[in-house]
């Protein structure tokens, strides 16, 4: 099996700052599906804090737009149905 190239060799300390970045973006998730899912708001303002995570996302982890749309998007399209009864 061919390689596609060299692969990087990462340091601890980029490890680690990966690894809390990652941390960071998962809380910032968590907290946003709870704070719209238990908070009284129109569908627009749930909207607005959806583009908000994915905003900082991309500030975390540049060019890594696709991982966000497949890990997250999903979770908060079906709370947003869920809640709004958009099913």
Known sequence: ?????PTRQYTEAEIKEENKRI?????LVDFSLAL????PM???EA???VQAVRQQAMRL???KEQTF????T???RRLIAEKFKLL
């Open 69 to 72: 749309e497949l890990l997250y």
């Open 36 to 39: 719209i899912a238990q908070s």
């Open 47 to 49: 909207h607005r804090i």
């Open 1 to 5: 099996m061919e390689s596609s190239g």
């Open 61 to 63: 982890f540049p060019g």
């Open 42 to 44: 129109p569908l627009d």
């Open 74 to 76: 999903p979770r908060f």
């Open 23 to 27: 941390r960071h973006l998962r809380r």
